[in-house]
């Protein structure tokens, strides 16, 4: 591996000379900084960034925790942090959490120590819960896709519980009333959006049946086999409302195997818009989340709370969309 040293000693300088030409440091003769540059790309050299961080004590890295990575919001999300922190000179660490508080904790940990620049974090419920633990890493950072409450924090999120209202609204519209739906149990954001949907059925005088309302772990495996249970009922749902597209995938693949047709048989809906939601048939009606704006918005406030610590926090609350479509359309209406 080049070091430093072996660029100075075949520019015949110092390596302090080296280390200002990399810096683009002033006082350097143009002549000299061409020189030290030609033998730079000649030799390949590389700068070690992270002990460059440490001389500095500063840092061109963020780190982006979610809680799922198969979870194809969190793939839309990912990207958008990381063009907008490119576009801002940032790189973009990834880390996975699986709604484990050990692991996120132990992340943030070894994110603190190796003197990150700053942090976007889906948090555990259980971090939400007891937030201040947290938030005394002292570290820049900004939370997403959950809600925090009663702390001095940058938020980027959506109305969990006016989303599920409105798809939940839109079943019951449509002429559905027996009504399933399937909740994540680690998160907040799983508790909301049942909210949403409890509320719904209230608003429109259709008493919740416990029965039809499961948490479960928002996997694709959970999916199938809770609404395969839910499908082995004697007076099975109507419809069924998932909150992630993980659900949906295998709530779809429990009722193609029970040999029930979408929407005849049975409707079904979702939050989030993969790509194959209007690919298979019927299309799947949904909720879609600006995924890609919760990601730019979160790099964006990160990257100026890095810049100017002491700037106001603020909480972005982004628009959700309805988009209709084949598998919702009651049959006898």
């Given at each position: 591996?080049?070091?430093?040293?072996?660029?100075?000693?075949?520019?015949?300088?110092?390596?302090?000379?080296?280390?200002?030409?990399?810096?683009?440091?002033?006082?350097?003769?143009?002549?000299?900084?061409?020189?030290?540059?030609?033998?730079?790309?000649?030799?390949?050299?590389?700068?070690?960034?992270?002990?460059?961080?440490?001389?500095?004590?500063?840092?061109?890295?963020?780190?982006?925790?979610?809680?799922?990575?198969?979870?194809?919001?969190?793939?839309?999300?990912?990207?958008?942090?990381?063009?907008?922190?490119?576009?801002?000179?940032?790189?973009?660490?990834?880390?996975?959490?699986?709604?484990?508080?050990?692991?996120?904790?132990?992340?943030?940990?070894?994110?603190?120590?190796?003197?990150?620049?700053?942090?976007?974090?889906?948090?555990?419920?259980?971090?939400?819960?007891?937030?201040?633990?947290?938030?005394?890493?002292?570290?820049?950072?900004?939370?997403?896709?959950?809600?925090?409450?009663?702390?001095?924090?940058?938020?980027?999120?959506?109305?969990?519980?006016?989303?599920?209202?409105?798809?939940?609204?839109?079943?019951?519209?449509?002429?559905?009333?027996?009504?399933?739906?399937?909740?994540?149990?680690?998160?907040?954001?799983?508790?909301?959006?049942?909210?949403?949907?409890?509320?719904?059925?209230?608003?429109?005088?259709?008493?919740?049946?416990?029965?039809?309302?499961?948490?479960?772990?928002?996997?694709?495996?959970?999916?199938?086999?809770?609404?395969?249970?839910?499908?082995?009922?004697?007076?099975?749902?109507?419809?069924?409302?998932?909150?992630?597209?993980?659900?949906?995938?295998?709530?779809?693949?429990?009722?193609?195997?029970?040999?029930?047709?979408?929407?005849?048989?049975?409707?079904?809906?979702?939050?989030?818009?993969?790509?194959?939601?209007?690919?298979?048939?019927?299309a799947l009606t949904v909720i879609e989340q600006p995924t890609y704006?919760i990601g730019r918005t979160a790099a964006e406030l990160l990257i100026?709370?890095?810049?100017?610590?002491?700037?106001?926090?603020?909480?972005?609350?982004?628009?959700?969309?309805?988009?209709?479509?084949?598998?919702?359309?009651?049959?006898?209406?």
């Open positions: 591996m080049v070091k430093i040293k072996d660029v100075a000693d075949a520019a015949g300088v110092s390596t302090a000379t080296v280390s200002r030409v990399l810096a683009n440091k002033p006082h350097v003769r143009p002549e000299l900084k061409k020189h030290v540059m030609e033998i730079v790309e000649k030799l390949k050299y590389r700068p070690n960034r992270v002990a460059q961080n440490l001389r500095s004590s500063t840092s061109k890295i963020i780190a982006l925790i979610v809680s799922d990575i198969e979870n194809p919001f969190f793939q839309r999300v990912s990207r958008a942090v990381d063009d907008t922190a490119l576009e801002q000179g940032y790189s973009v660490m990834l880390s996975n959490t699986d709604e484990d508080p050990t692991k996120e904790e132990t992340c943030l940990n070894l994110l603190r120590d190796e003197n990150i620049a700053g942090v976007i974090l889906s948090p555990t419920r259980q971090t939400l819960e007891s937030f201040t633990k947290t938030s005394a890493l002292n570290i820049p950072m900004v939370i997403i896709d959950r809600h925090v409450s009663n702390l001095d924090i940058d938020n980027v999120i959506i109305d969990n519980v006016q989303s599920a209202y409105t798809l939940t609204s839109h079943l019951i519209e449509q002429g559905y009333q027996r009504i399933g739906g399937l909740f994540g149990m680690s998160s907040t954001t799983g508790r909301e959006r049942r909210e949403g949907f409890v509320k719904a059925l209230k608003d429109h005088n259709i008493k919740p049946i416990s029965d039809l309302i499961k948490y479960t772990k928002p996997r694709e495996e959970d999916g199938y086999t809770t609404v395969m249970k839910l499908l082995k009922m004697q007076d099975r749902p109507e419809a069924i409302l998932t909150s992630n597209s993980l659900l949906a995938a295998g709530a779809l693949l429990a009722i193609r195997e029970s040999k029930l047709a979408i929407p005849d048989d049975i409707a079904l809906v979702s939050f989030d818009n993969p790509t194959w939601a209007k690919l298979v048939g019927p704006e100026k709370r890095i810049q100017d610590p002491t700037r106001s926090t603020r909480e972005v609350v982004l628009k959700t969309k309805l988009i209709v479509r084949q598998s919702s359309r009651f049959q006898n209406k």
